[in-house]
T-cell receptor
Framework: LAKTTQPISMDSYEGQEVNITCSHNNIATNDYITWYQQFPSQGPRFIIQGYKTKVTNEVASLFIPADRKSSTLSLPRVSLSDTAVYYCLVGGKAAGNKLTFGGGTRVLVKP | DAGVIQSPRHEVTEMGQEVTLRCKPISGHNSLFWYRQTMMRGLELLIYFNNNVPIDDSGMPEDRFSAKMPNASFSTLKIQPSEPRDSAVYFC??????????????FGPGTRLTVL
């Protein structure tokens, strides 16, 4: 399983863009990159998933360079309610694969 | 859809007692996962089922833990006997496709277990 490394914590202010970079140097050819968000006292929630280049949805954007050894989750114009832990996961679609949650990045949005 | 349902939401018990956590996955989902979350160890996958069959239980800490999925709409995680170090939040999650790790997992609200 590909190991991921991401910052332990980040602080930001309301209205700013938050970028969280995840390193996954040994990502396999069939691996996808998935991000989950976890609010206090709740279970994680899927945010976005991608394989290469850029993916955007109503919540976030995911940037993946050509070598795929890292990825960056971008949260535009954060609000206080975006304070959460963000997890980067790497895994493939092959049967039997499972996702492993690392320590995540604790994002604190300040007023 | 009500989402993944877990019960109880909170459980306080004494060391040595049996604890049973329950989960109802989203209807139509074919995979079910049990996770444990603590401050020290983060979010750990304990076991997962595909089509009601246990696929990987390598995360189950020891023989005191057991999980069953008698049908597609119900699963239990049992700890017998419980110990204080089992105190954690236990999450159940389900996903639509069986055996596809990239499939979105939908988490329940969790059961906060405290073993005194």
């Amino acid at each position: 399983l590909a190991k991921t490394t991401q910052p332990i914590s980040m602080d930001s202010y309301e209205g700013q863009e938050v970028n969280i970079t995840c390193s996954h140097n040994n990502i396999a050819t069939n691996d996808y990159i998935t991000w989950y968000q976890q609010f206090p006292s709740q279970g994680p929630r899927f945010i976005i998933q991608g394989y290469k280049t850029k993916v955007t949805n109503e919540v976030a954007s995911l940037f993946i360079p050509a070598d795929r050894k890292s990825s960056t989750l971008s949260l535009p114009r954060v609000s206080l309610s975006d304070t959460a832990v963000y997890y980067c996961l790497v895994g493939g679609k092959a049967a039997g694969n499972k996702l492993t949650f690392g320590g995540g990045t604790r994002v604190l949005v300040k007023p | 859809d009500a989402g993944v349902i877990q019960s109880p939401r909170h459980e306080v018990t004494e060391m040595g007692q049996e604890v049973t956590l329950r989960c109802k996955p989203i209807s139509g989902h074919n995979s079910l996962f049990w996770y444990r979350q603590t401050m020290m160890r983060g979010l750990e996958l304990l076991i997962y089922f595909n089509n009601n069959v246990p696929i990987d239980d390598s995360g189950m800490p020891e023989d005191r833990f057991s999980a069953k999925m008698p049908n597609a709409s119900f699963s239990t995680l049992k700890i017998q006997p419980s110990e204080p170090r089992d105190s954690a939040v236990y999450f159940c999650a389900s996903s639509p496709q069986a055996g596809v790790s990239t499939d979105t997992q939908y988490f329940g609200p969790g059961t906060r277990l405290t073993v005194l």
